[in-house]
């Protein structure tokens, strides 16, 4: 049975340090910050006596009410007379600022296993006002719900740094929370514990720990979207839906100009592990929201041949190829960047596929195992 960092320290509270009951708290976690029996982990730290007195919500909120790109507001936390404060897209001021209210950071939030999924990129902020209030950070561990072996994609070039991405880590970096904290920390000068679990191993999807799963944002809804997610996130920076605004966000992708024989295409390639389905849906927000648009379904048929990342290559690049036209990128933001190249971590993807090259070609010299990560590994 998998204990989590959470879990093993509402049984042993000794396991935060020497300073513990004397200490002030400080918690940053969501909705899926639970205990196995589901009590939320504010509720749970509490009855273990450990003496919190803020709470600091992510992307999404503390109660994950928030959809992408946004936050809820600070306010009283009603179930447990805490205080919550809003980290999301605050400065470097208001951060330390928030810190400064406590002794001890504690961190216990879910990820997906992606860079661009931003709960690990507030966990690093936290640690950098952290080492400027010369406050202490504790990140209680969680597992990756797409397994701990598979890495995909390439590390992200400092130039493109961003919230959905703000380290050089590979696009599927195939680390837990805190075997990415380790990681981070080796550049940053905070005092770090890390409150391993026990009985996880690497090969374990999120349905095979023996845990509940409670999805960690609003349009993460499955274990088998976590599963698509590293490469169909790339469809964000594209002018095609990813399925927001749907019951299956990131597993349908389609657009108003899409027809039959992008699906005929992706059969025809022989893509391992995957099995693709021709579906028309009308997302009801987000890109193309009302319209009825036509495209495909991911239905994962093997985890241990499928390759998110490549699958997604193969699949814009059928989609420039059959419509040269219609199809297109996410328009830049103000600053003249492309979302995509944020999410991919440089411009080399939407070059490649405006070019007409083989987008594959660029995962040749992209990391293959946990090995990028070094002696930040926790787990065998």
Request: glycine fraction near 12%; charged fraction near 20%; include cysteine.
């Amino acid at each position: 049975m998998i204990s989590t960092g959470l879990a093993r320290v509402c049984a042993d509270p000794g396991l935060l340090g020497p300073s513990w009951p004397a200490a002030r708290f400080g918690l940053v976690t969501n909705h899926g910050g639970v205990l196995p029996d589901l009590t939320p982990s504010a509720v749970a730290l509490r009855a273990a006596g450990v003496p919190l007195v803020a709470l600091f919500g992510p992307e999404h909120g503390l109660h994950g009410t928030a959809q992408a790109g946004g936050g809820e507001s600070s306010t009283v936390d009603s179930d447990t007379g805490l205080p919550v404060y809003n980290t999301y897209g605050v400065s470097r001021a208001a951060l330390d600022e928030m810190v400064s209210t406590v002794d001890v950071v504690l961190c216990d939030v879910p990820d997906a296993g992606t860079r661009c999924y931003t709960y690990v990129w507030t966990m690093a902020d936290l640690m950098g006002a952290a080492a400027r209030t010369g406050r202490r950070f504790v990140v209680l561990d969680r597992p990756n719900p797409i397994g701990g072996v598979a890495v995909e994609g390439p590390v992200l070039d400092p130039a493109y740094t961003s919230f959905v991405g703000r380290m050089p880590v590979p696009l599927r970096h195939g680390l837990t929370v805190a075997e990415l904290a380790r990681w981070l920390a080796r550049d940053r000068r905070v005092s770090l514990t890390v409150v391993a679990m026990t009985g996880w191993q690497r090969h374990l999807y999120g349905d095979e720990t023996g845990l509940e799963w409670v999805m960690p944002s609003v349009n993460l809804p499955t274990v088998d979207t976590a599963v698509v997610y590293p490469g169909a996130v790339l469809f964000e920076g594209t002018n095609l839906s990813e399925g927001r605004g749907t019951t299956r966000p990131f597993e349908l992708i389609g657009a108003p100009y899409v027809d039959g024989r992008w699906v005929a295409a992706l059969r025809s390639a022989g893509l391992p592990g995957v099995a693709f389905r021709d579906v028309r849906f009308t997302p009801m927000f987000g890109k193309h929201a009302g319209t009825v648009v036509r495209g495909v379904q991911l239905h994962v048929t093997d985890r241990s041949a499928f390759a998110p990342v490549a699958v997604v290559l193969e699949m814009l690049r059928l989609l420039r190829a059959l419509y040269p036209v219609e199809f297109g990128w996410r328009p830049a933001g103000q600053d003249g960047r492309h979302h995509i190249d944020l999410l991919w971590g440089s411009d080399n993807l939407r070059r490649a596929v405006d070019a007409d090259a083989d987008p594959a070609e660029l995962l040749a010299v992209a990391p293959k195992d946990v090995s990028w990560a070094g002696d930040a590994l926790l787990y065998e």
